[in-house]
């Protein structure tokens, strides 16, 4: 069974930064690419970020570009967002979904607030 | 970036009817290996997403037969016969072809 498990939400003040976690079981994760998508409060989907199975190739939404960083290690099943200068509105559920997206984690709240 | 439009905003019906959800896109998504990378995914209440439907018209595993989807180039349609009360939620396109990769801004499906 396919498992996506992410970890690292929290409370931060504009301007931090904060690191995201998503462990994968149950297929071959590095033979996947992965993405993170993250969802505002009341309001739809937004992808921010994917990374190809060997870290080859990594894209950003505009919103993101120069602040948050997508990695990965193969080794440890695991996929990574480090997210810095933090503002108001990065506050979200941030998910993360195996390649074509037929598989999500259950989501982590990130909360950016003086 | 794509620009997906997804109609109807919301959507009320009673169990056993059928509905549908348009997905249009601002560019053709047909991809360079002729494939196109239209899904479709529903967001149960308090859930995370889920897939539905990829490639357009292909059902995910367990995914019952009832929803099908249609649709080339720029014009999409999701289609769910006999509604089911577990149905109820919000309804998102996602474009695959091009980076960003976008979402439509989503169809919620209410139960009369």
């Known amino acids: 069974e396919v498992q996506l498990v992410e970890s690292g939400e929290g409370l931060v003040q504009p301007g931090s930064s904060m690191k995201l976690s998503c462990v994968a079981s149950?297929?071959?994760?590095?033979?996947?690419?992965m993405n993170w998508i993250r969802q505002a409060p009341k309001k739809g989907l937004e992808w921010i970020a994917l990374?190809?199975?060997?870290?080859?190739?990594?894209y950003y939404a505009d919103s993101v570009k120069g602040r948050f960083t997508i990695s990965r290690d193969n080794s440890k099943n695991t996929l990574y967002l480090e997210m810095n200068s933090l503002r108001s509105e990065d506050t979200a559920m941030y998910y993360c979904?195996?390649?074509?997206?037929?598989?999500w984690g259950q989501g982590v709240m990130v909360t950016v607030s003086s | 970036d794509v620009v997906m439009t997804q109609t109807p905003p919301s959507l009320s019906v009673a169990i056993g009817q059928s509905v549908s959800i348009s997905c249009k896109s601002s560019?053709?998504?047909?991809?360079?290996?002729?494939?196109?990378?239209l899904n479709w995914l529903l967001q149960s209440p308090g859930r995370s997403p889920k897939r539905l439907i990829y490639?357009?018209?292909k059902l995910d595993s367990g995914v019952p037969d009832r929803f099908s989807g249609s649709g080339s180039e720029k014009d999409f349609t999701l289609k769910i016969s006999r509604v089911e009360a577990e149905d109820l939620g919000v309804y998102y396109c996602?474009?695959?072809?091009?980076?960003?990769?976008?979402f439509g801004s989503g169809t919620k499906l209410e139960i009369k």
């Open positions: 979904a195996k390649s074509a997206m037929d598989y």
């Open positions: 560019q053709s998504l047909v991809a360079s290996d002729k494939n196109t990378y």
């Open positions: 149950g297929f071959t994760f590095s033979n996947y690419g």
């Open positions: 996602l474009q695959g072809t091009h980076l960003p990769l976008t």
């Open positions: 990374i190809y199975y060997d870290s080859s190739s990594k």
């Open positions: 490639q357009v018209s």
